[in-house]
């Protein structure tokens, strides 16, 4: 790929190959703006997964990496035909150590949407890098600093929030570290279908744990030894990330969501980490009102397009009007055939 150039000094954009994941992770750990969702290990994840080619790309300067670009290309006759940084994931992007390393990875990725044809590139920033692009402005994350004292984070819940954690524990609530999927496929499998999407098969999960090993972790509460609710977490230098989680009914009605949460943030006091990462919610929905409620504050996504075949940002989410109809067949549907059907169509989404 074609090289650029700062202060006399050439950068290179490279492919990674399984020689270069080492130093790419290295990078990626050491370097700030870097996400859990700059693994290399996604590669991976989303070929065996989903079937999706990838393109992993970092610039090198003197023989050090200088950024990265994670890419995967999604084709689908129903949503369309993308290169996105990163699907199945909230961040993604570039991060790189200077402009110069930036310029060469965004070139690249856009020549590659060029050569292959497609609707349009999306990257999925923190903080805007092309402001001149269309954006979406649908979707924030919620992120606040894990205190070091256990208690100290209880208090810093908001007092109504609080008194639903208190509920949890009254009710008989107690948390424990699953190895796998178990217990927490049925609850999350259950709940995505109450709310008429489809859901990701079990063999993605399989395939997170055996990738990211320790840094992925199912947390599930129970209670008289049956599941309530369950989480799947990753964990990131100083940062925990719950990412997927879900409940059963009864799991409203004795605070489980609540209860899940100040475990995994009181586990992860415990443990030495400093951040909790809440996650993407889409404005003006329930967990957005939910994590607002926890005292934490939305930070706004930049979720940027450049259009090449395509004439629109994508709108490929529950809130378009469009798709209330389909969701309501899906509450409908049986939840093994949902189950059985629902891989197939979330593997588009991306």
Same mark, same amino acid.
């Given at each position: 790929?074609?090289?650029?150039?700062?202060?006399?000094?050439?950068?290179?954009?490279?492919?990674?190959?399984?020689?270069?994941?080492?130093?790419?992770?290295?990078?990626?750990? @050491?370097?700030?703006? @870097?996400?859990?969702?700059?693994?290399?290990?996604? &590669?991976?994840?989303?070929?065996?997964?989903?079937?999706?080619?990838?393109?992993?790309?970092?610039?090198?300067?003197?023989?050090?990496?200088?950024?990265?670009?994670?890419?995967?290309?999604?084709?689908?006759?129903?949503?369309?035909?993308? =290169?996105?940084?990163?699907?199945?994931?909230?961040?993604?992007?570039?991060?790189?150590?200077?402009?110069?390393?930036?310029?060469?990875?965004?070139?690249? &990725?856009?020549?590659?949407? @060029?050569?292959?044809?497609?609707?349009?590139?999306?990257?999925?920033?923190?903080?805007?890098?092309?402001?001149?692009?269309?954006?979406?402005?649908?979707?924030?994350?919620?992120?606040?600093?894990?205190?070091?004292?256990?208690?100290?984070?209880?208090?810093?819940?908001?007092?109504?929030?609080?008194?639903?954690?208190?509920?949890?524990?009254?009710?008989?609530?107690?948390?424990?570290?699953?190895?796998?999927?178990?217990?927490?496929?049925?609850?999350?499998?259950?709940?995505?279908?109450?709310?008429?999407?489809?859901?990701? %098969?079990?063999?993605?999960?399989?395939?997170?744990?055996?990738?990211?090993?320790?840094?992925?972790?199912? =947390?599930?509460?129970?209670?008289?030894?049956?599941?309530?609710? %369950?989480?799947? %977490?990753?964990?990131?230098?100083?940062?925990?990330?719950?990412?997927?989680?879900?409940?059963?009914?009864?799991?409203?009605?004795? &605070?489980?969501?609540?209860?899940?949460?100040?475990?995994?943030?009181?586990?992860?006091?415990?443990?030495?980490?400093?951040?909790?990462?809440?996650?993407?919610?889409?404005?003006?929905?329930? %967990?957005?009102?939910?994590?607002?409620?926890?005292?934490?504050?939305?930070?706004?996504?930049?979720?940027?397009?450049?259009?090449?075949?395509?004439?629109?940002?994508?709108?490929?989410?529950?809130?378009?009007?469009?798709?209330?109809?389909?969701?309501?067949?899906?509450?409908?549907?049986?939840?093994?055939?949902?189950?059985?059907?629902?891989?197939?169509?979330?593997?588009?989404?991306?």
């Amino acid at each position: 790929m074609a090289p650029d150039t700062l202060q006399g000094t050439t950068v290179q954009v490279c492919t990674l190959t399984p020689e270069a994941i080492p130093r790419w992770d290295a990078y990626v750990t @050491a370097c700030p703006e @870097a996400t859990f969702f700059h693994r290399a290990g996604w &590669a991976e994840v989303i070929r065996r997964a989903f079937g999706h080619p990838t393109l992993f790309l970092f610039a090198e300067r003197e023989g050090q990496i200088v950024g990265v670009l994670p890419l995967a290309r999604v084709k689908s006759l129903l949503f369309g035909h993308s =290169l996105v940084s990163l699907p199945f994931c909230v961040y993604g992007g570039i991060v790189a150590d200077d402009p110069g390393a930036a310029r060469a990875l965004d070139e690249a &990725a856009r020549a590659e949407a @060029a050569d292959q044809g497609v609707d349009h590139l999306e990257y999925r920033h923190r903080r805007p890098y092309h402001p001149d692009w269309p954006t979406k402005d649908l979707y924030v994350t919620f992120r606040k600093p894990i205190e070091p004292e256990v208690e100290a984070n209880m208090n810093a819940i908001p007092r109504k929030q609080r008194r639903m954690v208190r509920k949890g524990i009254k009710a008989g609530l107690t948390s424990e570290v699953d190895t796998d999927e178990t217990r927490f496929f049925p609850v999350y499998a259950g709940n995505v279908h109450r709310m008429g999407t489809p859901v990701f %098969s079990r063999r993605y999960f399989r395939i997170l744990k055996a990738v990211f090993g320790d840094d992925c972790e199912y =947390l599930t509460v129970t209670r008289d030894g049956q599941p309530v609710a %369950s989480v799947l %977490s990753f964990y990131f230098r100083d940062e925990v990330l719950p990412y997927y989680g879900g409940g059963t009914p009864l799991a409203r009605e004795v &605070a489980g969501y609540d209860f899940m949460y100040w475990e995994l943030m009181r586990r992860g006091c415990e443990a030495g980490y400093r951040l909790f990462d809440f996650g993407r919610s889409k404005r003006g929905t329930g %967990s957005f009102s939910f994590k607002k409620n926890w005292g934490f504050e939305p930070e706004p996504l930049h979720y940027e397009f450049e259009l090449h075949r395509g004439d629109a940002v994508p709108d490929n989410n529950p809130l378009n009007p469009k798709y209330q109809r389909l969701i309501r067949w899906w509450q409908r549907l049986p939840l093994p055939v949902a189950n059985a059907i629902g891989p197939y169509v979330v593997r588009n989404l991306g």
